[in-house]
């Protein structure tokens, strides 16, 4: 008889105690869900920026040099259903809905997935390290270069891009000019001093993108850390419901 009620004091103490860890679990997840929807949003908003800033979105359509944009493009979907997928989160926890808590698990998978490609492909074409971002601006910029006699609104978005980022020429810098038998502009030259930029414009350039790539890709990548230890969380969460459920 003792140890009949001993054991259910131990049940109900058991009990208790599953009780206060599932709910502080989900007042950690709640908490966790709601900062990511803000984190994401604000990642989000980082990459309107980049694609209605006014003097970028004017080189981009100038040189014909979408990459970037197409690039933050990844980063930008991946951020939304980041922000759907945390806010379906919050609700499922909030309704201690186990079906919806597997759902976002299912779904946070797949945007991990498209998160990390995101990372990957925005810090290939923004970072000054980047060989590809190299090869492709010396291409694009070498073309700009060789007409910059020729068009008048070639030789105007040169003009601008070499005075506003402190560049000049292709990868070759003035002597892409020299070598075209092109007159060296005077934006190639510093404005102070009168000496010509020892950077050409796709390092330039690469300087220019690299504070935005470093931003969406440290959050992009954080997001990829946290999701194992919320899919971890997740499935506790599950399992300690179904316990409560089931007693």
Same mark, same amino acid.
């Given at each position: 008889? *003792? /140890? ?5 004091? %131990? ?8 009780? =206060? ?11 966790? $869900?709601?900062?990511?929807? &803000?984190?994401?949003?604000?990642? *989000? ?9 006014? +003097? ?21 979907? %991946?951020?939304? *259903?980041? %922000? ?33 490609? $995101? ?6 074409? $923004? ?23 020729? !068009? +008048? ?5 040169? =003009? ?5 980022? $402190?560049?000049?020429? /292709?990868?070759?810098?003035?002597? !892409?000019? @020299? ?5 060296? #502009?005077?934006?190639?030259?510093? #404005? ?9 414009? #796709? ?5 220019? &993108?690299? #504070?935005?790539? /470093? ?6 990548? @954080? ?15 599950? =399992? ?8």
């Amino acid at each position: 008889m *003792f /140890a009949t009620k001993y054991e259910g004091i %131990a049940a109900l103490r058991s009990m208790d105690d599953l009780g =206060k860890r599932t709910l502080d679990l989900q007042y950690i997840m709640m908490i966790f $869900g709601v900062l990511s929807i &803000l984190v994401s949003l604000a990642n *989000f908003s980082i990459c309107i920026w980049i694609r209605f800033d006014l +003097d970028f979105w004017e080189w981009v359509l100038e040189i014909q040099w979408y990459t970037y944009w197409n690039a933050t493009y990844i980063v930008m979907v %991946a951020m939304v *259903f980041f %922000a759907f997928n945390s806010g379906l989160l919050v609700y499922g926890i909030f309704t201690e809905s186990r079906l919806i808590i597997l759902l976002t698990m299912i779904l946070r998978c797949l945007i991990w997935i498209i998160s990390f490609t $995101g990372v990957v492909v925005i810090c290939m074409y $923004g970072v000054e390290e980047s060989k590809w971002l190299h090869e492709e601006l010396h291409e694009v910029f070498r073309g700009l270069v060789s007409r910059y006699d020729d !068009d +008048d609104r070639v030789s105007r978005i040169m =003009k601008k891009i070499q005075e506003y980022v $402190g560049c000049c020429g /292709a990868g070759n810098n003035r002597e !892409d000019y @020299f070598s075209m038998h092109k007159v060296f #502009p005077f934006e190639c030259r510093h #404005p102070v001093t009168g000496n010509s930029y020892t950077i050409n414009c #796709p390092q330039g350039m690469s300087w220019y &993108l690299e #504070p935005w790539t /470093a931003t969406l890709s440290s959050i992009s990548l @954080f997001f990829c850390v946290t999701d194992f230890v919320v899919l971890y969380y997740s499935k506790q969460l599950r =399992k300690n419901l179904l316990e409560l459920e089931e007693n």
